[in-house]
């Protein structure tokens, strides 16, 4: 199967700084990027949906300005969670498809956000 | 709607069948899946099923669709302990553009 790589797999970071998270698709190009949030015994929700060279689309309730979502390439993309609070903290998965008809979507391994 | 439901817990013994059922509210689903969530990792894709299917095997799962219910199964057979994780749900929509998940169910398997 198709690998995709999330960096980095921790991150502690203080309240009011910025972290970025990446997503790489290291076996494969991937036209479309999903981030996902996850908080502790609970299911994925889904924040944004991005394509290659263009805008994200993020879901409602999401803020674009807070979780800025940049796509430039077909194996990259990047989460930036600006100025993160404590209430940020969570798990952020990745997952990334080959193309817009392939069925199976590929996921990252998750970087858990802990703002102190 | 885009409601995707699971029972939250499961518990077997080594050796039995698990069965894990799953309800979706969303008719135009064109694909469903089952995800298996280890601790602290991401998602691994176990198996698929296009909607249009009823049943699909595959080695000891088996996926069994009632479309006209809305609701989806998975049996895993001779359930081992290396199969304790959070099992997800999903369906996809036409376009395949997102999927939606399930709250999950927690299987925890005994020796």
């Known amino acids: 199967g198709a690998v995709v790589s999330q960096h980095p797999s921790w991150v502690i970071c203080k309240s009011g700084t910025s972290v970025k998270i990446e997503c790489r698709s290291l076996?494969?190009?991937?036209?479309?990027m999903f981030w996902y949030r996850q908080f502790p015994k609970q299911s994925l929700m889904l924040m944004a949906t991005s394509n290659e060279g263009s805008k994200a689309t993020y879901e409602q309730g999401v803020e674009k300005d807070k979780f800025l979502i940049n796509h430039a390439s077909l194996t990259l993309s990047t989460l930036t969670v600006t100025s993160a609070h404590p209430e940020d903290s969570s798990f952020y998965i990745c997952s990334a498809r080959r193309g817009a008809a392939d069925t199976e979507a590929f996921f990252g391994q998750g970087t858990r956000l802990t703002v102190v | 709607g885009e409601d995707v439901e699971q029972s939250l817990f499961l518990s077997v013994r080594e050796g039995d069948s698990s069965v894990i059922n799953c309800t979706y509210t969303d008719s135009s689903s064109t694909y469903l899946y089952w995800y298996k969530q280890e601790p602290g990792a991401g998602l691994q894709l176990l198996t698929y099923i296009f909607s249009n299917m009823d049943m699909k095997q595959d080695q000891r799962l088996t996926v069994l669709l009632n479309k006209k219910d809305k609701h989806l199964s998975l049996r895993i057979a001779d359930t081992q302990t290396g199969d304790s994780a959070i099992y997800f749900c999903?369906?996809?929509?036409?376009?395949?553009?997102?999927?939606?998940f399930g709250t999950g169910t927690r299987l925890l398997v005994s020796p």
């Open positions: 999903a369906e996809s929509k036409p376009g395949f553009q997102k999927l939606v």
């Open positions: 076996d494969f190009q991937a036209t479309t």
